[in-house]
């Protein structure tokens, strides 16, 4: 994951991706911004020796009422381990600072890696259009996957 790992996510809640590479077979072609409703990982440390793909801006996130659980029944998330927590304030997380990275490729140790953090309800997965973003990500996702195979150029 370049170096990243999941660190953790806020409520679900609506955002823009920001496509920052569009000449990438799985960013061509998408529009520079798209509404979208994830939980928005916050990645620690940041990835390195990637190309980045798509950032979120958190400047665009819809605010969520306090007595949200979003689509979770209350207490079914897991609890945090204990120990210290990092701060969690828009645009200054440590691990990634005001640019969130939500996809990027790379070559690692031999292979192609092709990475999301995106996709966590099932109607992005759609193809109705009921919900906000489902096409863009689903073409997202399929242009990553083709990459990966050899069936369009990997990380260019």
Not at 31 to 54: G, I, S
Not at 75 to 104: E, Y
Not at 107 to 121: I, P, R, S, V
Not at 139 to 154: D, Y
Request: aromatic share 12%.
């Amino acid at each position: 994951m370049g170096g990243a790992n999941y660190y953790d996510h806020g409520p679900h809640r609506a955002g823009d991706v920001v496509i920052v590479d569009r000449k990438d077979a799985s960013t061509r072609g998408l529009p520079a911004r798209f509404a979208f409703k994830d939980e928005w990982y916050n990645l620690a440390p940041f990835p390195t020796d990637v190309r980045f793909l798509a950032t979120v801006d958190e400047k665009s996130w819809r605010e969520v009422p306090p007595e949200s659980t979003g689509p979770y029944p209350p207490g079914a998330l897991p609890r945090r381990p204990p120990g210290p927590q990092m701060p969690r304030v828009v645009g200054s997380h440590p691990g990634h600072g005001d640019f969130h990275p939500v996809a990027w490729c790379q070559y690692y140790d031999g292979g192609k890696a092709w990475l999301t953090t995106l996709g966590h309800d099932a109607g992005d997965f759609s193809q109705d259009g009921s919900f906000s973003g489902a096409i863009e990500f689903q073409r997202l996702l399929e242009g990553g996957l083709k990459s990966v195979m050899g069936i369009e150029p990997f990380c260019r």
